[in-house]
């Protein structure tokens, strides 16, 4: 028993050894071929390995560890190093990856902040700071909108207080009145009219010319510190606007003052079409808008108003003065004449800023003035023509030879 106890001990050792040999060659070599090596280099051991196996009770593979599972184990081990490694390194390139998008979104939280802000406290400004294609009126000093981040603060500029204020309310409210106005007009029953169609069709064409100007003017007012295309954009329909509602005047006018004389009415029409749209294909040049034209646009749009003279002479001469004056409701022609003049020549001279300078910015100015009178006169005009109508329903369809209406 003492010399099988010394023999175990002696053993045990060398089957450490090769139990690491063992290992270490199963790193580099496959299983069979590592084995068959180990046996080839130590067959004396492993003969007397064997001869012992045979005397012990209990065996020494039982007794030490399986290499193939110990390196099975380890490559194991290995293996999952390796995947939580490249798991790792994968985690740090999404991670750099989302940080440029965080980053992006973050700055445009920080620019939806900002506009919100801007949009709801921007400081006016005095001329001299706003950029050129902004400036128009040096004659007003201060109380200027600075360009704007968007359509949303545009609008809201409407409830602030600047030099734009009054122009935009304006035409806003004549807008609405025309819109309302219009509206009641022509769903009126078709007993009130003598030809229901051709007559409605006439006072539509005056109230779309009304409505188109005003709706276009004070929109123009509102958007136009948006940007410099935006406000060429919305310039070329406020100046449009104004020539449709010169020539949508003259429809009605021209309509029942010379209902029984078909032939110079036609021909009024077309020419007043025609000077109208030469007017509206002028203003489409871009610089028709700067302020060194200020002057042209109040000539073109003052022609096209004084075009109406030439029927209005022939109306008064084949009527008479007094005729013309009572039934004709010259008088009302005249006196929308005498304010749209009145109106473009202040806008044109820049009267009262002119001699006032810093006084008018926010308050009667002179595009102010212009835009009153020119709704003014709209309303004057749709007075005179009504009256014209109602004389037409109370005469009947019939004409006689000695009258044009």
Not at 14 to 19: A, F, G, K, L, V
Not at 231 to 259: E, N, Q, R, T
Not at 327 to 356: D, K
């Amino acid at each position: 028993m003492e010399a099988r106890g010394r023999v175990t001990a002696d053993l045990r050792p060398q089957c450490q050894m090769d139990t690491a040999q063992v290992n270490g060659v199963r790193r580099r070599l496959p299983p069979s071929a590592g084995t068959d090596g180990l046996q080839g280099d130590a067959s004396t051991q492993v003969s007397d390995r064997r001869r012992l196996e045979d005397d012990l009770p209990t065996s020494s593979s039982a007794a030490s560890p399986d290499p193939a599972a110990t390196v099975s184990s380890k490559e194991s081990e290995e293996e999952e190093e390796v995947v939580e490694e490249v798991e790792d390194k994968r985690d740090n390139i999404l991670r750099l990856i989302h940080i440029p998008q965080q980053a992006h979104q973050a700055m445009e939280r920080v620019e939806e902040f900002v506009c919100k802000v801007w949009e709801g406290r921007w400081p006016v400004l005095s001329h001299d700071l706003l950029p050129d294609w902004l400036k128009d009126n040096d004659y007003l000093l201060h109380g200027h909108r600075p360009p704007m981040p968007s359509f949303r603060a545009c609008f809201r500029s409407i409830f602030r207080i600047h030099t734009e204020t009054g122009n935009i309310w304006t035409h806003l409210i004549g807008f609405l009145l025309f819109l309302i106005l219009g509206t009641i007009y022509l769903l009126r029953p078709n007993i009130a009219f003598i030809a229901p169609l051709q007559e409605k069709v006439v006072f539509g064409t005056f109230f779309l010319g009304a409505i188109l100007c005003l709706c276009f003017s004070w929109l123009f007012h509102t958007v136009y510190c948006h940007s410099e295309s935006v406000s060429k954009i919305f310039s070329k329909l406020d100046y449009s606007g104004i020539a449709l509602l010169i020539m949508g005047s003259f429809v009605p006018w021209l309509y029942y003052s010379f209902y029984c004389s078909p032939q110079p009415r036609i021909i009024y029409m077309v020419t007043t079409s025609v000077l109208g749209v030469a007017a509206i294909v002028v203003s489409q040049w871009d610089r028709f808008a700067t302020p060194e034209y200020r002057a042209v646009r109040a000539g073109v749009f003052l022609g096209l108003g004084l075009s109406g003279i030439v029927p209005t002479i022939h109306f008064m001469i084949a009527e008479g003065f007094i005729k013309a004056a009572t039934v004709g409701q010259i008088g009302w022609l005249f006196l929308m004449a005498v304010l749209y003049i009145t109106g473009a020549a202040l806008y044109a001279a820049r009267i009262p800023e002119r001699f006032f300078p810093g006084k008018c910015d926010i308050w009667f100015h002179s595009h102010q003035i212009f835009h009153v009178l020119v709704v003014a006169a709209a309303f004057v005009h749709f007075h005179g023509v009504s009256n014209l109508q109602e004389f037409r329903y109370t005469l009947g369809g019939g004409c006689s030879d000695d009258s044009l209406l």
